[in-house]
């Protein structure tokens, strides 16, 4: 209840530069500074309420979090709760080196940018879209809607989690956590489920058949039914996806990947063999 009392930021400051992160952290993201721009649109209104408006220690803090930042917006939000903290702590007078605010700011951007990927683009976007695909396929509108919905509100909790959670805790709580080995496990375990869904959902949305048939003296051979088929079902969808994330990982553009597919289309078509 004391180190409440001596808070220089109250709930509604701490939820302000969150909802100001979550808006804009991209807004301007760019080569140079990556989501820098961002973070000082953010944490600006607080840093003036800490150290007052047109002070040299504001300017110096909003010059400091110019630096190059990158990271994921929902969990590595909860950097910029652990910057306010920090920073709420060198305004009422304690020891607070600047250097180990931009140190803790890079030190903890590339790990939680990991941990924030895994949960969104590798568990939540494919669980959801596992879910609501089938929904839109039949047409149903509910589908889309239902999609957005679930995206919005658990990134929102998890980034509003994220972000309170870095500013109360401080940058012992949150270093407690990742040295626990906690997050590696969610993430670990996060990823064997997005890997488990975007399979489900290459099986079911990913559609490549063979239309070739051979005349035979015994009578027709189908390609797919009699010899891929009888190999292993579904061979062609799952080479084609195969092939797409080898070429996902030589980091080769998607509109060159995207022609490459339209590309074997057209040839096999031109072929005979789709």
Known sequence: MEQEAVRLLNKKDIIKSYLIWTFFSHSTYNYERMQASGV????????????????????EALKRHMEFFNTEPNVGG???????????????GEEIDPEMISNIKTGLMGPLAGIGDTIWQGTLSPI????????????????????????AIVLFGLGYLSYTKG???????????????????VTEKATVVGATVLGGLTASYVTLSSSLEVEMSTGVLNVQTDILDSIFKGLLPLSIT???????????NVNIILLVL???GAIGTLIGFF
């Open 167 to 185: 500013y109360y805790l401080g940058r012992e709580g949150i270093g407690k956590i990742i040295s626990s080995g906690l997050l590696d496990k």
């Open 78 to 92: 909860s950097i910029l709760g652990i910057v306010l903290a920090l920073e709420e702590q060198r305004a009422k």
């Open 262 to 264: 339209i590309l074997i």
């Open 128 to 151: 959801a879209l596992g879910i609501f695909l089938g929904m839109a396929k039949e047409g149903n509108f509910l589908g889309p809607i239902f999609y957005l919905l679930t995206i």
């Open 40 to 59: 000082v649109h953010a944490l600006a209104p607080s840093l003036e309420k800490m150290y007052g408006k047109d002070s040299e220690r504001l300017k």
């Open 242 to 252: 195969l092939l797409t994330i080898f070429l996902l990982k030589k980091k080769m």
